[in-house]
């Protein structure tokens, strides 16, 4: 798994914590004990549901106390998703390209690159639906609100929907 796809599944555990937490981002340490960082077991059942929902998962709430930090969680999550992939990631990026393209056909061809984000791309918010969904219908995958809201350009969207779809395959 790359590093991207790494730093993605952090990004969303983080962002769910903070969320959950109602704490800054900037205020969650990944190396922190979830319990010191304030996650019970009430609260921990939610986070295991972000998670479960995020990336089609059937995680349990005991994973939070055998991975107690967010660097751990995400090194547990990175091999639980990418067991099963067998989609590479050029392939869906080459298939995010092609939306991208499709949805934005006054786009240079060249611009459209891993680290381009679809707001400089000029993509709208409609525009930004319509690449996401399109790529996730393709695959068969839903793509959660909190996956996507993390995704900061292709490469993490052609990411977050590889990640989907290795967590449907297994």
Do not use: C, W
């Not at 993605?8 to 205020?27: G, K, N, P, V």
């Not at 059942?45 to 995680?59: D, F, Q, S």
């Not at 707001?119 to 609100?145: K, N, T």
């Amino acid at each position: 798994m790359s590093d991207d796809q790494q730093t993605q599944i952090r990004t969303m555990i983080r962002s769910a914590l903070a969320e959950i937490l109602y704490e800054d981002l900037e205020d969650i340490d990944d190396d922190e004990d979830f319990s010191d960082l304030g996650l019970d077991s009430i609260l921990g059942v939610e986070l295991v549901t972000k998670i479960n929902k995020a990336y089609g998962l059937t995680e349990v709430i005991q994973v939070l106390y055998a991975k107690p930090t967010v660097t751990a969680l995400t090194a547990h999550l990175v091999e639980q998703v990418s067991a099963s992939s067998d989609t590479s990631a050029d392939e869906v990026f080459a298939t995010v390209r092609r939306h991208v393209l499709r949805a934005l056909p006054t786009v240079d061809a060249g611009a459209v690159v891993p680290g381009a984000s679809l707001a400089d791309l000029g993509a709208d918010s409609l525009d930004r639906a319509d690449i996401a969904l399109g790529v996730a219908e393709e695959y068969g995958v839903v793509v959660p609100a909190e996956a996507f809201a993390a995704v900061t350009d292709l490469r993490g969207l052609a990411d977050v929907v590889r990640l989907q779809r290795a967590a449907r395959v297994s």
